[in-house]
Every structure is written in structure tokens, then in C-alpha cells.
């Protein structure tokens, strides 16, 4: 096992760190925001991951894993040292590189021995070999390094499971002894036949952005495809059942919805299409996908004008800001890009999410935030449903249609059954799902 450094102590930093270390290697994460580093060493979390506070606290008391704020001699120390820090967009596909090639130099001012350098942040192709010119510049000639492309394909809220349960482990590097030290750190995963995609450090990253775009392209089709539904009277559900079982097109990231927000898929479709039209290539499909997912949030306001047709003024309560469930994270949430509209329209708003209020006030101060999702429905014109919470699945339908002001809903994630809650009496619209006229529907039982 290695002597690991990680640098960076968010969703991807935290969650490599905390289990590298439970695969018995011994990590110190760093990080150049200190408050971070020092809510961590009270015990607590700067992000919310489902199982990482028990995670890290195990590892922690099996002294296999710190959290220093001493950055050049966690470096110095190191046999490995990780990159997992932010690369964000400039919203226009330019990607950040500032804390990335920030990272090298600090790496490059402390190379005191061989290190392999591994760099996990999602980044435009070419970027490992700007990251070894960058050390080899500041290093002047100090030991040798290595560097190797490692992406993650860590799902938010999932995050642990995806960890220890990959598909496939991608290592980027022309270092036989990096790729050797590489399987070494991955341990148990190696020796358990956990496929490991050997290649090039810019195959590597342009694995993790393929991988992305693709899964935005899937997402943008299904939702295309539910819209279509909408004026067919076809069933979106099904659709995508039949679809997915077809071994080729496989049943998952068919769900159709308000479209995909979330750190990477909005960043990662955006950065492709960048680097491909900065080499001529003007990449139709992704962008494409991009200009769904985008005009996505505007179908799902025309659903609630067919319910509210003037919405100035009125009362809309969204259950749901998160961009997925299990987070409290809402960075190009598809529900703050929908309220963003509503305001706009006029509308009162009226707020519930389980974890992501603080963050969505971050984003939308002046956001009326409830406690309770009843209270955020009271008097209410419509429900807009945005976020697909197992908690909102349960809500007490009798309590919901008493405390709205008219029996409206939009559920832009598909979590009740149209049928039934027309029986309840509420005026329900969904994505993909028109009221089945007949009563009989295809799905395979
Ligand atoms: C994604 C990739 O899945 C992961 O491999 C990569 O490392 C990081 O980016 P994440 O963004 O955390 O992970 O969430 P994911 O579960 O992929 O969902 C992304 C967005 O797509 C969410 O807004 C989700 O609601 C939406 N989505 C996902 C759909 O609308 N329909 C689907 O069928 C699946």
C-alpha cells in the first residue's frame, strides 16, 4: 500500500480519499480552503454523501486517513499524490483550469522524491501533458514523476457504491511503473477482476468526457422522446421499458424529467463541445443534446400554464431543489433553472427540499423556504414536483389536495401514477405521460 496525498476535499476528493484509505492505503487530504479541512477534523462534513461520515470516521480511527492543513508536507510525504480539485465552467465551455494547474505548481515546489501525480479532476484533452510541462518547468530537473489520468465516475449520492463497485478503473499513463504503482493503490478492486482500461493519458481524459456527453445525449433522446409522448397519447415509461431491454441501448439514464443538472453532465457536454471546435470539429450531437436539455425547463413551465394559465401572481410551491435526490447539492439544477422562470413570470414561490434549501438560497436569496413541504403547499395554485425525494413519493395526498389552494400538479419527475391521482381528484400533468385514454397499458408485469 501507498503513502497518499490528496488535494482537494470535495464530492470527488473526500470520497477517493476516505476509500483509498478503507482499501488500506494511508491518505492525507489537503485542501486551500482550511475552513474545510477544519470542519472535517471536528468530525463533521463540508458536503452531504450518503455512508461518507461513517466512512471517513472509521478510517480516521484506523489512523489510515487525516486531514492536514499542512499542504507542502503532505506533498513531501507522499508517494502518490491525487489532483482532485474543481475544474468549473465559464458557462460558456471554457473550462477552469486555475486550480488544477494551481495544484501542479504547488506538486512541482515540493518534489522531493519520485511521485506519481494523478490527476482525477474531469479535464479537456492535452491537460496532463500541460501539467508535466508546468512541473518540469517549476521542478527545473528535481526527481522524476509521473503522470497518469485516473477520471472518476462517481454519481452523486451514489457515490461510495460507484467507488467500490466500478464498471471499469481507467488509468492514463506510458509509465509501466505508474500503471504498476496504480493497481497497487486499487488493491482488492485489482485483485477482484474489476476491469482496468490501460491507455494513453489523453485517451484517459477523453474517456470521462465521452462517457458524460454520452450519458447527456441518452438523457436529452428520452426527454425529446417523452415530449413526443405528450402529443401521442404514447406512455414514456413504457417506451423506455421496451427500449431498455434491448441489451444494446440498456434500461438505465432513460428516465425522462425536467432535464439533467448536476457539476459535470451541464460543465462536461459544454467542454467537449469547446474542445472539439477548437480543433474544427463542430460536434452536432452534443450540442444538440445541450440545446434539449436547456429548452427542457421551459417545456416543463408550458405543463403548469396548462394548469395555471396566468401565472403572475400566483402561488407555486416546488417540492424539490437538489439536482438529484440524495444531495443537497444544486449547481445547474434544473428546479432553480424552472424558478428562476417563475419569478420572472410573477409568481409566488413557495420552497421545500429535504437537504438543498441552504445551498438554493445561495443561488436564489430571496427564496421563501418551508421546513415542511405541507406548509410550502399551503394555498398554493400548483405543485411542481422537481426533485425525486423518496419522502415526496409518500406524501399524504388528502392532506395535499386540504392544503392546496386548487388540486394542481406537475410532476416533472414521474413519482405518482397518472391514474391514481386522478381518481384522487387532482389535476395532474406529468412528462411523457398523457392520461391513458384506455385503461389497458403495455408494460410488461
Ligand atoms: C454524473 C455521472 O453519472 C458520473 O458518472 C460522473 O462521474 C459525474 O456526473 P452525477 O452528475 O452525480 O453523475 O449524477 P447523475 O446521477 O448522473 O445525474 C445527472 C443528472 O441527470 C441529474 O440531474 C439527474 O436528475 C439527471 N438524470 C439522470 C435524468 O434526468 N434522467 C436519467 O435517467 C438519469
Known amino acids: 500500500m501507498k ?29 486551500i480552503d482550511l475552513k474545510k479541512i477544519r470542519i472535517l477534523n471536528d468530525g463533521k462534513l463540508p458536503i452531504y454523501e450518503p455512508g461518507l461520515q461513517e466512512l471517513i470516521n472509521n478510517n480516521v ?63 479537456s484533452v492535452g491537460t496532463g501533458r500541460r501539467l508535466k510541462e508546468i512541473i518540469d518547468d517549476k521542478s527545473s530537473g528535481k526527481p522524476e514523476f509521473e503522470i497518469v489520468s485516473n ?13 467500490m463497485h466500478p464498471d471499469r478503473i481507467v488509468i492514463g499513463t506510458n509509465s509501466e511503473k505508474a ?42 433522446f428520452i426527454n425529446e422522446i417523452a415530449n413526443i409522448c405528450d402529443k401521442t397519447g404514447a406512455d414514456v415509461h413504457v417506451v423506455a421499458k421496451a427500449m431498455g431491454l434491448d441489451g444494446r441501448i440498456s434500461p438505465k439514464f432513460l428516465h425522462a424529467g425536467p432535464g439533467f443538472g448536476g457539476s459535470c453532465f451541464p460543465k462536461d457536454t459544454l467542454g467537449l463541445v469547446q474542445l472539439a471546435k477548437e480543433r474544427g470539429i463542430t460536434p452536432n450531437l452534443v450540442e444538440a443534446a445541450i440545446k434539449v436539455n436547456i429548452n427542457q425547463r421551459m417545456v416543463m413551465v408550458e405543463k403548469l400554464k396548462k394548469l395555471v394559465p396566468n401565472l403572475k401572481g400566483k402561488t ?13 447539492d444544486v449547481r445547474e439544477s434544473p428546479a432553480l433553472d424552472i424558478i428562476k422562470i417563475l419569478l420572472e413570470e410573477e409568481c409566488i414561490v413557495r420552497a421545500y427540499d429535504p437537504v438543498a434549501m441552504d445551498n438554493a ?43 392546496l389552494g386548487s388540486p394542481n400538479i406537475v410532476d416533472c419527475r414521474n ?31
Not at 407555486?316 to 443537497?328: E, H, M, Q, R, S
Not at 394555498?379 to 389536495?401: C, F, H, P, Y
Not at 391514474?419 to 405521460?433: A, C, I, Q, T
Open 3 to 31: 503513502n497518499i496525498c490528496i488535494m482537494g476535499t470535495g464530492y470527488v476528493g473526500l470520497v477517493t480519499g476516505a476509500c483509498l484509505s478503507d482499501l488500506g492505503n494511508k491518505v492525507r487530504c489537503v485542501d
Open 61 to 123: 480511527s484506523r489512523e489510515r486517513l487525516s486531514f492536514s492543513e499542512d499542504i507542502k508536507g503532505s506533498i513531501r510525504d507522499s508517494e502518490v499524490v491525487f489532483i482532485a480539485v474543481g475544474t468549473p465552467s465559464d458557462g460558456n465551455g471554457n473550462v477552469d483550469l486555475r486550480y488544477v494547474e494551481g495544484a501542479a505548481e504547488m506538486i512541482a515546489q515540493n518534489l522531493n522524491d519520485f511521485k506519481i501525480i494523478v490527476n482525477k479532476s474531469t479535464v
Open 151 to 163: 477520471p472518476e465516475f462517481l454519481r452523486e449520492g451514489s457515490a461510495i457504491n460507484d467507488f
Open 179 to 220: 500503471f504498476d504503482i496504480m493497481t497497487e493503490i486499487y488493491g482488492s478492486l485489482y485483485l477482484m477482476e474489476t476491469p482496468f482500461i490501460k491507455t494513453n493519458v489523453e485517451t484517459a481524459e477523453l474517456i470521462k468526457y465521452a462517457s458524460n456527453a454520452f450519458l447527456s445525449v441518452k438523457i436529452s
Open 316 to 328: 407555486i410551491a416546488v417540492l424539490g431543489l437538489a439536482f438529484k435526490p440524495n444531495t443537497d
Open 361 to 403: 438560497k445561495k443561488s436564489i436569496p430571496e427564496l421563501n423556504c418551508f421546513d415542511n413541504m405541507m406548509d410550502a403547499c399551503e394555498g398554493a395554485d400548483s405543485v411542481m414536483i422537481l426533485t425525486e425525494w423518496n419522502e415526496l413519493r409518500q406524501i399524504d395526498l388528502n392532506m395535499l389536495k386540504e392544503r
Open 415 to 445: 413519482i405518482y401514477d397518472p391514474k391514481k391521482m386522478k381518481d384522487e381528484g387532482f389535476n395532474y400533468l406529468s412528462v411523457g405521460r398523457p392520461l391513458l385514454k384506455d385503461e389497458f397499458n403495455a408494460v410488461q408485469v
